[in-house]
């Protein structure tokens, strides 16, 4: 089956500053990357995904880049804000009749004042 | 339109009790799913789900039993809770099966479960 490994599983940045989560993905069936933000005692909250036949997608101050050679993928947060603290959470899956989403293990991610 | 509604919010058990977690969408989605989320392990996925009358197991069933007799209903069944099951669980949603590797997932706040 798949398995989703995030690095590193915490990361501190100073406010304004970029931040760069990386996850790598062992199945090269799977072609749907999606990230999850989870705040403080909620449940996890799509943020972006991005598909096999592109290799960017960009939504503001996030954006998403995968290798599918490298089998990796990376969230990159610019100009980061103290309300981008949380957990965030890479997946990855496959379409068809046996899809699961497979989830990384999450990163906190804390943003100094 | 309320999402994914999970109840009770937080639970204590001693070893040996049941109960079951409830959870409701609104979005007529066909497919619904149960997650546990533990220290360092990340979301795993239980029991899911592709429609009422069909379910089948995750990657870490043991200890949980699910039915879905409605679209909208998927409860989560501890009959013999155990420590081990002290975990945050979340209930989650989408359109069908087809939507996990097109469309989101929609989770519900979660059950935070204290078995003593």
């Known amino acids: 089956g798949e398995n989703v490994e995030q690095h590193p599983s915490t990361l501190s940045v100073q406010e304004g500053d970029s931040a760069v989560i990386k996850c790598t993905y062992s199945d090269s069936a799977s072609n749907y990357f999606p990230w999850y933000k989870q705040e403080l005692g909620k449940g996890p909250q799509l943020i972006i995904d991005i598909r096999s036949n592109v290799g960017e997608k960009k939504d503001q101050r996030i954006a998403v880049t995968l290798n599918k050679t490298a089998k990796h993928f990376s969230l990159h947060i610019t100009e980061t804000q103290p309300e981008d603290s949380a957990v965030y959470f890479c997946a990855a899956s496959s379409t068809g009749a046996n899809s699961k989403l497979t989830f990384g293990k999450g990163i906190t991610l804390s943003v100094r004042p | 339109n309320a999402g994914v509604t999970q109840t009770p919010k937080f639970q204590v058990l001693k070893t040996g009790q049941s109960m079951t977690l409830q959870c409701a969408q609104d979005?007529?989605?066909?497919?619904m799913s149960w997650y546990r989320q533990d220290p360092g392990m990340g979301l795993r996925l239980i029991h899911y789900?592709?429609?009422?009358?069909?379910?089948d197991q995750g990657e870490v069933p043991n200890g949980y039993n699910v039915s879905r007799s409605t679209t909208e209903d998927f409860p989560l069944r501890l009959l013999s809770a155990a420590p081990s099951q002290t975990s945050v669980y979340f209930c989650?949603?989408?359109?069908?099966?087809?939507?996990?590797?097109?469309?989101?997932?929609?989770f519900g706040a979660g059950t935070r479960l204290s078995v003593l």
């Open positions: 789900s592709v429609g009422a009358g069909i379910t």
């Open positions: 979005m007529n989605h066909e497919y």
């Open positions: 989650a949603s989408t359109p069908s099966l087809a939507s996990i590797g097109k469309n989101i997932q929609y």
